[in-house]
């Protein structure tokens, strides 16, 4: 699995993750998400190239969201896979973190 | 000892160490590979990544030798996974539904996995056996035209 982040406009600063979000996956991403979750206020998560993604994989998301959140800031996913989608939404991450399905929507919920 | 007469069939064994996990998986997309959903092989990979996760890391002490051996198995139209540890008594079918969380704030880490096994199987079943835990998850491709 592995992990880029990028400055958009605004302030705003896209990750990409790519891969299998399991354990595996997770633990090699967990230190450099934390760490942009920690430096960054407006973060747009993109899923769309998460082909997969197990409990671990949540817990990387919902710490990130919780840091970002407790700095006054926000976290949003875009683009997950279906299945992807599915997992976030039985484990109640829909109601915790937004999801969108396009970065232009993700991008002006957070320039809001 | 790999000698397997029912090609239908298959096996594998992993120790409690969290490396083992990338082995599993490999091994799914194998026996997945052949003639299996998208769907039904991505809830194969999420119900057995949670449960052999959980054996591994709760399953008991860190230097206690956990043996993990894991089956699936076409059954009937359905897939058909079985897991058997000699860890800790642990029963999953009976761990309570996680609290929905209200806020970002006061959602609680962690505590999804079970949940997640119970919402993407269309079976689950546990009994302890012999000092061993045997749990039985099944898989059931959606309905479609059969040709047979």
């Known amino acids: 699995m592995d992990i880029s982040a990028d400055d958009l406009a605004g302030g705003i600063t896209k990750v990409v993750l790519r891969g299998r979000f399991d354990t595996t996956g997770a633990v090699v991403v967990e230190l450099p998400f934390n760490k942009v979750a920690t430096e960054k206020q407006k973060i747009v998560v993109d899923l769309s190239a998460v082909n997969f993604l197990a409990s671990y994989g949540i817990r990387v998301l919902l710490v990130g969201a919780k840091v970002v959140k407790s700095k006054g800031g926000s976290l949003v996913i875009v683009c997950p896979d279906n299945n992807v989608a599915k997992v976030l939404k039985t484990a109640g991450m829909d109601s915790l973190i937004p999801i969108y399905q396009t970065e232009a929507a993700a991008t002006a919920a957070l320039a809001s | ?148």
């Open chain 2, 1 to 148: 000892m790999i000698a397997m007469s029912n090609a239908r069939a298959s096996r594998l064994v992993l120790r409690n160490d969290v490396a083992e996990l990338e082995r599993l998986a490999g091994w799914i997309e194998g026996f997945t590979g052949q003639g299996t959903s998208p769907d039904v092989s991505f809830a194969v990979q999420l119900c057995l990544e949670e449960a052999v996760a959980n054996i591994i890391m709760y399953g008991g002490a860190k230097d206690d030798a956990i043996v993990i051996a894991v089956e699936l198995e076409r059954n009937c139209g359905a897939l058909v996974a079985r897991i058997e540890d000699n860890g800790q008594q642990f029963d999953p079918t009976r761990a309570p539904p996680p609290a929905r969380a209200v806020s970002l704030e006061q959602a609680k880490v962690g505590d999804v996995g079970i949940h997640l096994m119970r919402s993407f199987a269309n079976g689950m079943d546990y009994e302890r056996r012999d000092g061993r835990n045997r749990l039985t998850l099944r898989f059931v491709e959606p309905a479609a035209p059969s040709s047979e």
